[in-house]
């Protein structure tokens, strides 16, 4: 993905989220914070004339913080489990959601407009992952298989309410087992690699917007290139819109975009409209 398709997400996002800057500080220490929730999505039919077919989609889902607030230091942690199926008809049941993202970042307050930082993040599937467009339903993805890791140093810019952005030297792991499509490299053909390490620059913008009561807009953009090739773009952007029915009722949209080259030369694309349960665990 070209460079300048890159830079302007990341703008627009920038401009979006920007909102005036606060004085507030919290108190020193830690503020955990979590929720947890069953999304649903379900058509039954008995003696219909019309056509159809039973169908049946579920995903569990948790996000969970858990950041440690002081004068000198900021240390935020971040958990996202997600892992559905669906049933239609007498099929078996397809995975439809199936992913864990786990991330920390440290932060220094030195006086600056930026911060340094260090951060530390790892994705994977929890759980089989299959290619249902292909005969047969191969099996493409396992827990840890591939497993991303990646950590990054740099400067990160935190100072306005519901908005942070970072940039830095990023250090990528790529661990498989079984699936080393993702992990080998092409030019040794006598070798299989299961591990691959690459170095590069490494952005990552999220904020939060309320956009009007109960409505609540979560974006989260990624983006890494390769010091060997900086005219490729690793993307990952995550949107979520959160309609609050009530304390245990919401609405959400959530649309995911990746483009990474190791998986697909296609930008692949996630859209989901679901009716969920949510429980604050915190």
């Not at 627009?12 to 929720?35: H, M, R």
């Not at 039954?44 to 230091?73: C, E, H, I, M, R």
């Not at 908005?163 to 990023?170: A, E, K, L």
């Not at 990624?222 to 690793?234: K, N, Y």
Request: glycine residues 6%; negative net charge.
């Amino acid at each position: 993905m070209k460079l300048k398709y890159l830079l302007f997400f990341l703008v627009a996002v920038n401009l979006t989220l920007a909102q005036s800057e606060t004085d507030t500080i919290k108190k020193p220490g830690w503020y955990p914070a979590g929720v947890a929730g069953l999304n649903l999505s379900q058509v039954a039919f008995s003696n219909w004339s019309q056509g159809g077919d039973n169908s049946l989609a579920w995903t569990l889902f948790s996000k969970v913080n858990y950041d440690y607030f002081s004068p000198d230091w900021i240390f935020k942690n971040e958990l996202k489990l997600a892992y559905g199926r669906t049933k239609l008809g007498s099929a078996d049941y397809r995975t439809n959601d199936n992913e864990i993202y786990l991330e920390s970042v440290l932060s220094h307050f030195i006086g600056w407009a930026v911060d340094p930082y260090i951060s530390n993040t790892v994705r994977s599937s929890l759980s089989k992952g299959f290619d249902y467009k292909t005969t047969g339903f191969p099996q493409i993805a396992d827990f840890f298989d591939p497993g991303y890791v990646t950590q990054s140093i740099g400067f990160t810019y935190n100072k306005i309410e519901g908005f942070n952005t970072r940039i830095g030297v990023g250090f990528q792991e790529t661990f498989t087992s079984k699936f080393n499509n993702y992990s080998d490299d092409a030019k040794t053909k006598d070798k299989v690699e299961k591990f691959k390490f690459e170095t590069g620059i490494e952005s990552v913008t999220e904020g939060k917007y309320e956009i009007e009561e109960n409505l609540l807009a979560d974006t989260k953009l990624r983006l890494f290139s390769r010091f060997e090739d900086l005219s490729v773009w690793d993307v990952r952007w995550d949107n979520t819109i959160t309609a609050q029915v009530n304390k245990y009722v919401n609405v959400n949209l959530n649309v995911l975009i990746v483009y990474e080259v190791s998986q697909s030369l296609k930008t692949q694309l996630k859209e989901g409209l679901q009716l969920g349960l949510v429980y604050n665990l915190f």
